[in-house]
């Protein structure tokens, strides 16, 4: 193993693709002899010194550990260009945030965040539609968007489930998914689903007047069936598509990106399953690296969390992943582990927040997230009182309420779903 990776002084070229980490090295490893090991195996290195490894090779291609902070566990690394195959994902993480996060020379270690170079993202499209592309398609430009999650996640037949969505647009809904567990059951087929499902949604827009966008999941094994699926919806004359991203796995999002193109369809990011390697502060990926991700292959929105409902993610952290979703040049922001990012052509993605939301946290979202957010309420909708298109009913109210500065309480004397959510939700 070569020892010359710390280099302090080197300043990151503008082609350099750059990483943040936080190390933990193991007992008896100091810590710069961690990020070394870290370094090398992450790019062109072994346990040992190669002699395959020639000094030229060495020199043109080593990493730059150029940022050392032993107190507060962070390096950061710049990486050449040249290291990576720049249109692919899995390349990428498989340097970045594969065999390191296994070394034995660290307890822990955690990829916090990825720079991309310019170089990196001219191989990649970004949403197609976006955040301003999914305005234009709702027709809704000056409010949050309004979604629900048909529930039970799973056991509805195809009937019921449709009948549900339907009530929910009916009620004000501008959205309705499924759930993440929902694809093609016995009791629920997926071809039937959709095409009943986007029937009742062109009924339910012609009877309010709004825009009603169905976002059927059609997570699959990808070349067989996930891309049939697909070009089923395209054919229904659908919208959207939903992908569970983490499950369905990075390879099947870039494919998939390749073919929404043509089909014209917005793509809808479940996050599930991604808290298996987020969660733990102390080791694995960070959100913030799947957000970006995201967004570089071309998912127009995504869930970032909710801060108030009841996924885990502090508040501090999903702001971080509503920047990284909506903002054209992210700032670095040392205190959260956030490097610059400047996103050149790439279009907003829509963040989303749903999970353990209800219509009386409205107020709290639309101070948290702002105009730019899509709230989504399962349980919220569907275990209002009076029934799912009321619960929907109730959520537009509670919009309605906060864009005019009125309290919930005050506006629902004259609303009457609200006044019942209230009632329901609203701690007294
Ligand atoms: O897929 C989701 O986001 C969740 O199913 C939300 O459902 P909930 O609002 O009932 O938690
Ligand atoms: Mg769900």
């Given at each position: 193993m070569r020892r010359d990776y710390i280099d302090t002084g080197y300043s990151p070229k503008d082609t350099d693709l750059i990483c943040e980490f936080h190390i933990e090295p193991s007992a008896?490893?100091?810590?710069?002899?961690?990020?070394?090991?870290?370094?090398?195996?992450?790019?062109?290195?072994?346990?040992?010194?190669?002699?395959?490894?020639?000094?030229e090779l060495a020199a043109r291609l080593k990493p730059h550990v150029f940022y050392v902070d032993e107190d507060a566990q962070t390096v950061r690394v710049a990486y050449s260009e040249e290291l990576f195959e720049l249109g692919s994902v899995p390349q990428v993480l498989s340097a970045v945030a594969g065999n390191i996060l296994s070394m034995k020379v660290v307890d822990n270690l955690r990829l916090q965040d990825i720079a991309f170079?310019?170089?990196?993202?001219?191989?990649?499209?970004?949403?197609?539609?976006?955040?301003?592309?999914?305005?234009?398609?709702?027709?809704?430009?000056?409010?949050?968007?309004?979604g629900t999650i048909v529930k039970p996640k799973?056991?509805?037949?195809?009937?019921?489930?449709?009948?549900?969505?339907?009530?929910?647009?009916?009620?004000?809904?501008?959205?309705?998914?499924?759930?993440?567990?929902?694809?093609?059951?016995?009791?629920?087929?997926?071809?039937?689903?959709?095409?009943?499902?986007?029937?009742?949604?062109?009924?339910?827009?012609?009877?309010?007047?709004?825009?009603?966008?169905?976002?059927?999941?059609?997570?699959?094994?990808?070349?067989k069936e996930m891309i049939r699926r697909m070009n089923i919806l395209k054919d229904l004359g659908a919208s959207y598509a939903m992908i569970d991203i983490v499950p369905a796995g990075w390879t099947a999002l870039q494919t998939l990106r390749e073919e929404a193109d043509d089909a014209e369809l917005a793509l809808h990011a479940?996050?599930?399953?991604?808290?298996?390697?987020?969660?733990?502060?102390?080791?694995?990926?960070?959100?913030?690296?799947?957000?970006?991700?995201?967004?570089?292959?071309?998912?127009?929105?995504?869930?970032?969390?909710?801060?108030?409902?009841?996924?885990?993610?502090?508040?501090?952290?999903?702001?971080?992943?509503?920047?990284?979703?909506?903002l054209d040049n992210v700032p670095a922001d040392e205190s959260q582990h956030v490097l610059a990012q400047d996103w050149g052509r790439l279009k907003?993605?829509?963040?989303?927040?749903?999970?353990?939301?209800?219509?009386?946290?409205?107020?709290?979202?639309?101070?948290?997230?702002?105009?730019?957010?899509?709230?989504?309420?399962?349980?919220?909708?569907?275990?209002?009182?009076?029934?799912?298109?009321?619960?929907?009913?109730?959520?537009?109210?509670?919009?309605?309420?906060t864009l005019e500065g009125v309290s919930l309480q005050e506006y629902a004397k004259n609303h009457r779903e609200l006044e019942v959510a209230v009632d329901k939700w609203l701690k007294k």
């Open positions: 008896g490893v100091n810590f710069e002899e961690a990020a070394t090991h870290m370094a090398g195996e992450s790019s062109i290195d072994s346990w040992t010194e190669i002699s395959t490894l020639s000094p170079p310019g170089s990196m993202l001219n191989e990649f499209k970004g949403p197609k539609f976006g955040l301003p592309g999914i305005r234009e398609l709702t027709g809704v430009q000056d409010r949050p968007l309004i799973v056991g509805l037949t195809s009937e019921k489930h449709a009948e549900v969505a339907y009530k929910s647009f009916a009620g004000g809904c501008d959205l309705v998914k499924d759930d993440e567990n929902l694809t093609d059951q016995k009791f629920n087929s997926f071809e039937k689903r959709a095409e009943l499902t986007l029937k009742l949604a062109e009924k339910a827009e012609s009877e309010t007047g709004e825009r009603k966008m169905y976002l059927c999941n059609i997570t699959a094994p990808t070349c479940h996050r599930c399953m991604h808290s298996a390697y987020t969660r733990n502060p102390r080791h694995g990926i960070s959100m913030l690296v799947v957000a970006k991700l995201c967004r570089l292959i071309g998912l127009d929105q995504l869930h970032i969390g909710t801060v108030v409902g009841k996924m885990h993610g502090e508040k501090h952290e999903v702001l971080s992943l509503r920047d990284e979703c909506v907003p993605m829509f963040p989303v927040a749903s999970g353990g939301l209800a219509p009386t946290m409205i107020p709290d979202l639309y101070a948290i997230f702002g105009r730019d957010v899509i709230m989504q309420f399962g349980g919220g909708i569907h275990a209002h009182p009076m029934g799912t298109a009321a619960g929907a009913t109730a959520c537009r109210q509670a919009l309605e309420a």
